[in-house]
């Protein structure tokens, strides 16, 4: 039997506590996520290059600074781990333009059969982690990447998006392109969950 939940129940990750316990000391004494304007879910807004309009909302959220219990803002790097907000399975690795994405399933569902997907981008690679691979909450996946070449003015920070995908729906069609527009696919605001 699957489990499911309820749309109108929230999921809640452990996420921010594996994140904060992976990566001490430069998170310790984290506070709050602190955001510019476009790093946010449902976002049309850019926060870097042009400024200028997304052709789409934002799928998902950017962490790239954060605020400490002293007050200071610090900013994720490139030795930032990434961990597994739930346990799941590793379903797809790509690169693409946003360096490599992860995406992974878990076996939670909401009411209309609609299993959650958690969907990584601007990462590296952990070097266990491969297609096929089971992953417990909190393991790491990977680190957040830089951007190389013409993209390296963009800070590193990693973007994160959870939401439920149809079964139907197979996993070498899912791309950043139609999670936010495949109107079967329902987004979550990730700091809902986290």
Not at 44 to 53: A, I, M, R, S, V
Not at 123 to 128: A, G, I, M, R, W
């Amino acid at each position: 039997m699957k489990p499911s939940i309820s749309e109108s129940n929230t999921i809640k990750s452990n996420f921010l506590s594996y994140m904060v316990e992976n990566n001490r000391p430069h998170m310790d004494g984290f506070k709050k996520w602190s955001f510019h304007p476009g790093m946010g879910f449902n976002s049309f807004e850019k926060w870097w290059g042009d400024k200028k309009k997304r052709p789409t909302a934002h799928e998902g959220v950017d962490l790239c600074w954060f605020e400490d219990s002293n007050g200071m803002i610090k900013k994720v790097d490139k030795n930032t781990k990434i961990p597994a907000a739930f346990s799941g399975n590793i379903v797809k690795i790509f690169n693409d333009f946003l360096g490599n994405s992860i995406y992974i399933t878990h076996d939670i569902f909401d009411q209309s059969g609609r299993q959650l997907y958690t969907a990584y981008g601007h990462t590296q690679l952990f070097d266990s982690i491969e297609i096929n691979k089971k992953v417990k909450a909190g393991e790491i996946v990977g680190f957040v990447s830089g951007f190389p070449g013409k993209k390296a003015t963009i800070l590193p920070h990693l973007h994160i998006t959870f939401a439920w995908i149809p079964v139907s729906i197979h996993i070498n069609d899912l791309h950043w392109n139609n999670l936010g527009n495949d109107e079967r696919i329902k987004l979550i605001d990730p700091l809902s969950v986290l």
